[in-house]
């Protein structure tokens, strides 16, 4: 496994002309991968432990502002098309699922408070904890693109969800520089770990939306039945309120 992985980072090295800051800049921003494969593949490349923690850091990022200023839009965008709007309704109930449980358990902890001002402030700092929680966690489906994502969706302000993110990603970072500092040579199990955590992550995803998915056409079936008997049927709910008047 492991010299399938170091095969992989060499050909995605070669790609970039072995150029280790374009290739820790473009690794850090795809999904799922972000810091857990930059640092220890920048570190790999000959990049100092310090300037790659920083480097692929500040690289991952980029997404940030962009998806939680955008990704609503386009969302909306895909939505009025007739090939994307399956698509774009999947991952909005999958996003907004993620950040309805962070709000939840923040009207749980702001109910308590017994002022309205503390009780919203209590709100806003428990959101945006939950984010940084989310996005601090070193795995494949709690990284800056899910939290940013979640960010979008979740009734908070960007000048307190975007600082969230931010910090959740050094702590992120952090853990990741500090694994690959302490694994040395052997950092490479943390690439291995992360490649059977994405593969596991793809596949649960899957069968979230395909479940998610099911759900909805069972739903979209029984209100189309009730709808053709409605139909079938015009002059019940007239009939009933008749009855109803000759009673009374």
């Known amino acids: 496994m492991t010299e399938f992985l170091d095969l992989i980072i060499a050909r ?69 098309t007739s090939w994307f709007k399956k698509l774009a309704a999947l991952v909005e109930d999958l996003f907004r699922g993620k950040a309805q449980k962070i709000e939840q358990k923040a009207q749980t902890e702001a109910s308590s408070a017994e002022l309205a001002v503390k009780a919203r402030r209590k709100r806003v700092w428990t959101l945006a904890l939950g984010i940084f929680a989310f996005v601090a966690i070193p795995l494949p489906m709690t990284g800056v693109w899910t939290g940013s994502a979640i960010a979008a969706f979740i009734d908070l302000k960007p000048r307190y969800s975007i600082p969230a993110v931010v910090l959740g990603n050094f702590c992120a970072s952090a853990i990741i520089a500090l694994l690959t500092l302490v694994l040395g040579d052997k950092s490479s199990l943390i690439l291995m770990i992360l490649f059977i955590f994405v593969l596991i992550s793809i ?46």
């Open 12 to 80: 995605i090295a070669e790609a970039f002309g072995n150029n280790a800051y374009l290739t820790t800049f473009v690794i850090s921003m795809i999904p799922m991968i972000e810091v857990r494969g930059a640092i220890p593949v920048a570190t790999q490349m000959g990049m100092h432990p310090a300037v790659a923690y920083v480097f692929s850091a500040v690289s991952a990022l980029v997404v940030c502002p962009i998806l939680v200023f955008g990704l609503r839009p386009v969302l909306n965008a895909m939505k009025r």
């Open 203 to 248: 596949v649960g995803l899957f069968v979230t939306l395909f479940i998610k998915r099911s759900r909805r056409q069972k739903q979209e079936q029984k209100a189309l039945v009730f709808s053709d008997r409605k139909d079938e049927n015009p002059d019940s709910d007239d009939e009933r309120k008749d009855d109803s008047a000759s009673e009374q």
